[in-house]
């Protein structure tokens, strides 16, 4: 739960701390490949030191993309009402955009863990 904490941050932090003004119209996705490998690397680690089924691990990873967008919808709709007008397609594309890496690092995790020793 810590890594998707942190995930979240290194994503949302950086894209709600600029104005609206200054991002672009394709918002989170100017930054696609940074957002996917955080997401990639934040699941491969999650999965990989966590004792939870993966498919648990990569539910919650999902929403950290989702949870950024959602926060830069609620930033800027306080100074202008109109300016997420199809905000719900925003967290759609969100999602599948999160989609492959969690995969991956889905894959990954499983990975780590099989080659790692069992306890005793």
Same mark, same amino acid.
């Given at each position: 739960?810590?890594?998707?904490?942190?995930?979240?941050?290194?994503? *949302? @932090?950086?894209?709600?701390?600029?104005?609206?003004?200054?991002?672009?119209?394709? +918002?989170?996705?100017? $930054?696609? $490949?940074?957002?996917?490998?955080?997401? !990639?690397?934040? =699941? /491969?680690?999650?999965?990989?030191?966590?004792? *939870?089924?993966? *498919?648990?691990?990569?539910?919650?990873?999902?929403?950290?993309?989702?949870?950024?967008?959602?926060?830069?919808?609620?930033?800027? =709709?306080?100074?202008?009402?109109?300016?997420?007008?199809?905000?719900?397609?925003?967290? @759609?594309?969100?999602?599948?955009? /999160?989609?492959?890496?969690?995969?991956? +690092?889905? !894959?990954?995790?499983? *990975?780590?863990?099989?080659?790692?020793? +069992?306890?005793?």
């Amino acid at each position: 739960m810590l890594v998707a904490g942190l995930t979240t941050a290194v994503i *949302a @932090v950086p894209y709600w701390s600029v104005s609206y003004d200054s991002v672009r119209d394709d +918002g989170i996705f100017a $930054w696609f $490949w940074l957002v996917e490998l955080v997401v !990639l690397l934040g =699941t /491969t680690l999650a999965g990989a030191v966590s004792h *939870a089924p993966l *498919a648990a691990v990569m539910a919650l990873m999902l929403a950290c993309v989702p949870i950024a967008v959602v926060g830069r919808v609620v930033i800027d =709709t306080a100074s202008d009402p109109t300016s997420h007008n199809l905000w719900p397609l925003e967290v @759609v594309l969100a999602i599948f955009m /999160t989609l492959p890496p969690i995969c991956v +690092g889905g !894959l990954l995790a499983w *990975a780590i863990r099989r080659a790692s020793p +069992g306890p005793g």
